[in-house]
């Protein structure tokens, strides 16, 4: 590969802005992280809670007829059960909740305050509509593995970091090696050949360190500093990928998220990563809503179950948080396409160590309206609060134990109330 189509390739994985932010936290010193894998599965585009963990099912045939039947794909007597979870009865969904409601949290009836997509996937994973602030991704990446190679991985969804880590944005699985060795023609060949001797490869690499130290020493404005770091890293090879590449598996699965939960999985199990961004989109949908939504929420189920699956295989299963969110919702109703429009009211799924299994907290009424619920008991109550992302996050901080800590405390949720929502 020659080097100005590595260099194209670097920037398309995103992995100048590892580098930058790995040197100069002096990621090579960084000890391998063994704490809990934090991985966030975004629904990108507004889910249907109604159509998966928050069932409301038409009362009859001819209901579902109407404009204003909650769904038409099933009826109100068909929702199933798992557990103490509600599920609609479309797809794959039985087989999932089946599968995993003993380690299942369900949060129905969460209000994001809004209708956009950019404000409600801010506030799905950052706990407040305001511009700017972190995802919960970012921050607990940034107070527990600042200097590791790839602490926050990301696949789309909330990015924003407020600088506090590097953000690997992940190539295609088939660049991966070659991004890795960019001293092999074919990684993937039983007999890779070279385009240099490790000899020369070596006193290349030192020639180049040596120049890049000297042009270092000649800048002194901080951000020259960084973007020479970013070139000189991008060029010279990512040793992280290196480590990277022991765990990832000889053959990718085709399903996106599988995918995405691979590289992620394999990137906690080399010690590199702290959190990690999945997402799938395709659940915008204004027109068609069951045609197209089901199927969406097929593949969602899949991925998770095949990273709460793999993760089990790998040994790893009590070590992985999992948090499944959206934009928002979708209205209690039709349009004149058959779809469904933005709604501001939610759901949220949890799973993981120290998140109590086999329980849903929150609820809507029949036309998927939010019901307040008691700080304490989380019952339903008129004179209750109503929940929001921002409880979700403080719940979320504390169960990380970063709450208190001073890079956290920068970006309050002080207006949310404390509640026991984890169990």
Known sequence: MERRDFLKLASMAG????????????AAAADPYSGPLWINVHAGGGWDPTSLCDPKGAQSAAEQETRDAMNRSYLAADIGDAGNLRFAPVGALPAFFKKHYSRLLVINGIDTGTNSHDAGVRNTWSGTLRDGKPGFAALVAGVRGGALPM???????????????PVTRMPETGLLRRLAY?????????????????????????????????????????????????LFTSRVGQNELKQLMQY??????????????????AAYRAGICVSANLSLGGFDTHGNHDQNHIPRLDALCDGIDFLLTTAEEQGIADRVVLVVGSDFGRTPGYNQGNGKDHWNITSMMLAGPG??????????DERHNPLSVDPVTLQPSENGVRITPGHVHKALRKLAGINEDPTVQRFPLAEEEDLPLLG
């Open 15 to 26: 992995l100048g802005v590892v580098a930058a932010g790995a040197l100069s936290r002096d």
């Open 151 to 165: 602490g926050f991985i990301s696949n789309g969804g909330y990015e924003t970091t407020a600088n506090l880590v």
């Open 182 to 230: 960019p001293n092999v023609v074919e990684p993937s060949a039983e007999t890779p050949e070279r385009y240099h001797t490790e000899a020369t490869m070596t006193r290349i690499l030192e020639a180049r360190q040596a120049r890049h130290a000297a042009k270092l020493e000649q800048q002194r404005l901080p951000h020259v500093k960084q973007a020479m770091s970013t």
């Open 248 to 265: 990832l598996p000889e053959k990718f699965e085709d399903a996106s998220l599988r995918k995405q939960a691979q590289v992620a999985l």
């Open 355 to 364: 998140i109590l299994g086999n329980r849903v907290v929150g609820a809507t």
